[in-house]
Each structure stands twice: as structure tokens, then as C-alpha cells.
């Protein structure tokens, strides 16, 4: 009697979807946190010409399109311009803080996967050296855990973000929001000056 080969076991649907949601929303907060600084400067230049609400509706598509959050049922008050550029002076001390991963990831896709190409060697000092698959395999795993923080940091920027904006849709806000935030820009920035001490 003929035997039956093994088929290979399916994944979970569940174990899919959570996966895809994982990179959906690290995908989602790195373009989101790319976008915080350009977005923040162009409301404290249009909102006091009358553009706030053209600005928070920037803030909630960016928020509904790129982190997939439910756009809220019923909007409170339109804010007013001094919320708008309050908000806008905040997402661009998050921004600024965001530019540090953001780094990083893009340090990782230049010194991590393409090493090889972006220095020529000679390798013999170099982790992994002296060949160039050597130093490049050492780069580029020496660079995912530190791409991983950074998407992680992206991911808590984005959602500490996002909880600011909801407040200018009339969402109270808990007490600890803006302190973190302005915690955030001083690590940031003295994070930025210890390593520019460092090169």
C-alpha cells in the first residue's frame, strides 16, 4: 500500500496575523516617526496664518493612515491655534527624538547588510576581518539587536505620539503625556551629545 508523504504542517492563522501586525506597525511608526519633524514645522508655519484645523487633519490621517488607528467617532471642540502650535512644539521635540533610531536604522542598512559595499576594506582590523563576507557577516549581526531597540523606541515614539493627538480631539490626556515627552527630548538630546563626544 502506497504511504501518504507527510504534508508540512500549515501556520496558524493566528501566528500569521500577529506577525504581520508586528511589522505592520513597526513599518507604520518608523514612517510615522519620519514624518513627525516635516509635519510639526510646516503647522508652526501655517497655523498662525489660519491654517490649524488643515494641521490636525494632518495629524489624524497620519495617524489613521499609517499607524491604523480608528479615526475618532465624534471629534470634540476644533482647537485653537495656541493647542495647535502647543501640539506642534511637542511633535517636534518627538521628532527630534525620533531622528536618533531613525539613524540607527539607517545606519544599519549601510555599516549591517550593505558593509561590503560601502567599505572597501582593507578588513584585517575589522570585526569579522580579515575577509569581506567575514567583517560583513559581524556587521550586519552585530547590527540587529541594535536595529530592533530602535524600531522598538520608534513603536513607543509613534504611540506616545498618537496619544498626544488625540488630545486634540478633546481626549483628556493622562497626567504622565507631556512630562514623558519633555523627558524624552532631554534624553535625547544629551544622548545626542554624548555621542557626538564620542566621533
Known amino acids: 500500500m502506497p504511504t501518504v ?8 492563522p493566528a501566528a500569521r496575523s500577529r506577525s504581520y501586525q508586528v511589522v505592520r506597525l513597526a513599518g507604520g511608526s518608523l514612517a ?14 501655517t497655523a498662525p496664518l489660519g491654517g490649524a484645523g488643515a494641521a490636525v487633519a494632518r495629524w489624524r490621517a497620519l495617524r489613521t493612515g499609517l499607524l491604523g488607528m480608528p479615526p475618532t467617532a ?7 491655534t495656541v ?12 521628532g527630534a527624538v525620533a531622528l536618533l533610531p531613525l539613524g540607527v536604522q539607517l545606519l544599519m ?36 539587536p541594535m536595529a530592533a531597540a530602535a524600531l522598538a523606541a520608534l513603536i ?11 488630545r486634540l480631539d478633546g481626549e483628556r490626556g493622562p ?6 515627552v519633555l523627558l524624552m527630548a532631554l534624553a535625547g538630546a544629551l544622548l545626542f551629545v554624548a555621542w557626538t563626544r564620542q566621533i
Open 109 to 144: 542598512v549601510l555599516r549591517g547588510a550593505l558593509y561590503g559595499l560601502v567599505d572597501p576594506g582593507p578588513y584585517d582590523h575589522s570585526w569579522g576581518g580579515p575577509t569581506r563576507a567575514g567583517a560583513w557577516v559581524a556587521h550586519f549581526l552585530v547590527g540587529l
Open 74 to 80: 465624534v471629534p470634540g471642540p476644533r482647537p485653537g
Open 32 to 45: 510615522y516617526c519620519a514624518t513627525l519633524v516635516p509635519v510639526a514645522v510646516l503647522a508652526l508655519v
Open 5 to 12: 508523504p507527510a504534508q508540512p504542517a500549515a501556520r496558524h
Open 83 to 94: 493647542a495647535v502650535l502647543g501640539h506642534a512644539l511637542l511633535s517636534l521635540l518627538l
Open 156 to 166: 513607543g515614539i509613534a504611540a506616545v505620539h498618537q496619544r498626544l493627538t488625540r
Open 175 to 180: 497626567r504622565w503625556l507631556i512630562p514623558s
